[in-house]
């Protein structure tokens, strides 16, 4: 939920904020994304139980420390697990339950709650992320594209139905917390509580495990989904595909899906930045005597290619604006043909001949770099 969020950029507060900014920061988001403000829009609550999570771990100068040195807090995510040990010896002053998490938090701040109390703590959760990679081919990432994506998911057990108890069994009431899912331990005047070792907080316990999923609830399943593939993304990119990751718990929205690319690599075309290389081969006498050859582009069909007289191997002949696409619409990156002049090999003793007759009459205007080289080596150098 907040994991990978920077707890002070959800609060707004520089990292050198003090306690007393924190928490009117705090104090005001809190305001801000209250459900009687809201009418509870989905995405603000969303965003309020951030706040909370943020504002737990940043109020706490112990917890703030080790979140600014380590950016963790237990090494937990910080999501809603841990954040209502604070406001429990509060709340217990005005009965038992409350709804869920943050609801506490609210009476306290803004008076009694308008929420329904359902009585119990809620054990919503959101599932985990998951991920997977995905090659596509050059000419699919050219042209942006709709792909199946198939990975390994855990989803609720068919067969107990996501409780882990075997099919004619239930779960029980946790006889080590009495349902409650939390334990809790008096110091003398303080009372401290902690999760229930026996349930891990759930509340219930098993005692006939259900067979499919070994008592989990969950099992792993290959699932299927589309995700949408924009032109011009490079190798190396990772898409997310929200709430296509693991089922929440208890309720708890669905984690979502990352999905890494790789791209197949093209027998003909390489891709550099945003453009295109093509290497092409032409005959020494097409290099010589100039000429227009088919050549292929990625996505844009067969086009013609001019290679100018004395064309030279390695020299580049850019097509403009037929690479790949920027991303976002932002035009196209550039086509280079990289010539390369292959010299003929196993000729005929005619054919080489010909060649050397060739050779005879030509001079330095014909072979510059060669005559340039010969005049070159017979000087003396220092
Ligand atoms: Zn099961
Ligand atoms: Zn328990």
Redesign the pocket.
């Known amino acids: 939920m907040v994991r990978g969020k920077d707890l002070y950029e959800i609060l707004g507060v520089p990292r050198n904020a003090s306690q007393e900014e924190i928490r009117r920061a705090y104090l005001k988001l809190a305001h801000k994304y209250h459900p009687d403000k809201t009418g509870g829009d989905k995405d603000a609550e969303e965003k309020l139980k951030e706040i909370n999570a943020a504002y737990d771990v940043l109020k706490n100068p112990e917890k703030r420390a080790q979140y600014d040195r380590y950016g963790t807090v237990d090494g937990q995510p910080f999501d809603m697990g841990g954040f209502t040990g604070g406001f429990r010896g509060f709340t217990e002053g005005f009965g038992e339950g409350f709804e869920s998490p943050f609801d506490d938090l609210f009476d306290m701040v803004f008076g009694s709650g308008t929420r329904s109390r359902t009585g119990r703590r809620s054990n919503a959760q959101r599932g985990n992320d998951v991920e997977t990679t995905l090659t596509i081919t050059l000419k699919e990432s050219a042209m942006g594209v709709r792909k199946k994506v198939r990975y390994l998911c855990k989803e609720q ?8 108890a075997e099919p004619g069994s239930r779960p029980e009431v946790c006889p080590q917390c009495g349902g409650t899912g939390q334990i809790r331990a008096s110091h003398g005047f303080f009372s401290i509580t902690r999760t229930c070792p026996q349930c891990h907080g759930q509340g219930k316990y098993v005692s006939r495990p ?8 969950r ?1 792993s399943t290959t699932r299927e989904t589309e995700i949408s593939i924009p032109a011009g993304v490079d190798a190396g990119t990772t898409l997310r595909s929200v709430g296509d990751g693991e089922v929440g718990i208890g309720g708890g929205p669905p984690g979502d899906l990352y999905v890494h690319l790789q791209i197949k690599e093209h027998p003909l075309f390489e891709r550099k930045g945003n453009d295109l290389y093509c290497e092409v081969p032409v005959t020494l006498s097409q290099a010589i005597s100039g000429t227009v050859i088919k050549v292929p582009t990625l996505i844009d069909g067969v086009i013609d290619l001019s290679i100018p007289e004395g064309t030279q191997s390695g020299d580049l002949l850019r097509k403009k604006g037929m690479g790949m696409p920027r991303l976002n619409n932002r035009g196209r990156g550039d086509l280079y043909y990289k010539i390369t002049v292959e010299v003929p090999v196993r000729l005929s003793k005619h054919q080489q001949d010909l060649l050397l007759e060739l050779d005879d009459l030509a001079n330095a205007k014909n072979y510059p770099k060669y005559w340039k080289f010969r005049e070159l080596r017979d000087k003396n150098f220092d």
Do not use: K, P
């Open positions: 057990c068919g067969e107990c139905h996501g409780t882990g259900c067979m499919r999923c070994g008592g989990q609830g099992i």
